[in-house]
């Protein structure tokens, strides 16, 4: 069964500080990964989209990498602000999960960026 | 494009009770999902359909009916809800890889 973790749980920056968040699944035979942002009382908020045949996607200041063999991908945030606060979910779509139906999410890293 | 809707924002039900959560998409996406969100457990997969007149059972099923007659509409259905059914529900559709979150449907039995 896919399992997905994200550290750390929580963090708290200053602004301007560039900062990563990681996401670890256990079992690598996925279709793609997913980053999200979820604000307070809200939906999600679809980031980045990694197909397994890639590396990285880049989104202005957002850069997911992806190592499918290690089971990691990280989430870089460059000159953070505080307009990033909010929680930011790891998702992937794997080949034994309903054939890829299915998203197994991580339990969120909830970021604070202080003025 | 509205995108993915859901109705109601809020409900709060007791023991027993039944309705329907609604959910809609304009974006002419075949598959549409519903997940629960839960303090310290994550988003889990409820049902999901590929396409009109079919659906199939996510990870945790129980509990829950659903129907896709229209490409537009995917309504979540709850029989005799219980406590444990407590959570924030979200509606999802999918053009290729990417997913469409709703805004939620904040549901609470008592």
């Known amino acids: 069964k896919q399992e997905v973790t994200q550290i750390p749980a929580a963090l708290s920056v200053p602004e301007g500080e560039n900062l990563v968040l990681n996401c670890s699944f256990t079992?690598?035979?996925?279709?793609?990964l997913q980053w999200f942002r979820q604000d307070p009382g809200k939906g999600l908020t679809s980031l980045l989209l990694?197909?397994?045949?890639?590396r990285e996607q880049t989104s202005g200041r957002l850069n997911a990498s992806l190592d499918k063999s290690s089971g990691r991908s990280t989430l870089y945030i460059a000159a953070s602000q505080p307009g990033d606060s909010a929680t930011y979910l790891c998702?992937?779509?794997?080949?034994?999960?309903?054939?890829?139906?299915?998203?197994?999410f991580g339990g969120g890293t909830r970021l604070m960026v202080k003025p | 494009n509205a995108g993915v809707t859901q109705t109601p924002k809020f409900q709060v039900l007791k023991t027993g009770q039944s309705m329907t959560l609604q959910c809609a998409q304009d974006?002419?996406?075949?598959?549409m999902s519903w997940y629960r969100q839960d303090p310290g457990m994550g988003l889990r997969l409820i049902h999901y359909?590929?396409?009109?007149?079919?659906?199939d059972q996510g990870e945790v099923p129980n509990g829950y009916n659903v129907s896709r007659s229209t490409t537009e509409d995917f309504p979540l259905r709850l029989l005799s809800a219980a406590p444990s059914q407590t959570s924030v529900y979200f509606c999802?559709?999918?053009?290729?890889?990417?997913?469409?979150f709703g805004p939620g449907t904040r549901l609470t039995v008592t």
């Open positions: 998702a992937v779509s794997s080949m034994n999960n309903n054939a890829g139906n299915m998203l197994t």
């Open positions: 079992d690598s035979a996925i279709y793609n």
């Open positions: 999802a559709s999918r053009s290729g890889a990417e997913q469409y």
């Open positions: 974006m002419n996406h075949e598959y």
């Open positions: 990694i197909q397994s045949s890639q």
């Open positions: 359909s590929v396409g009109a007149g079919i659906t």
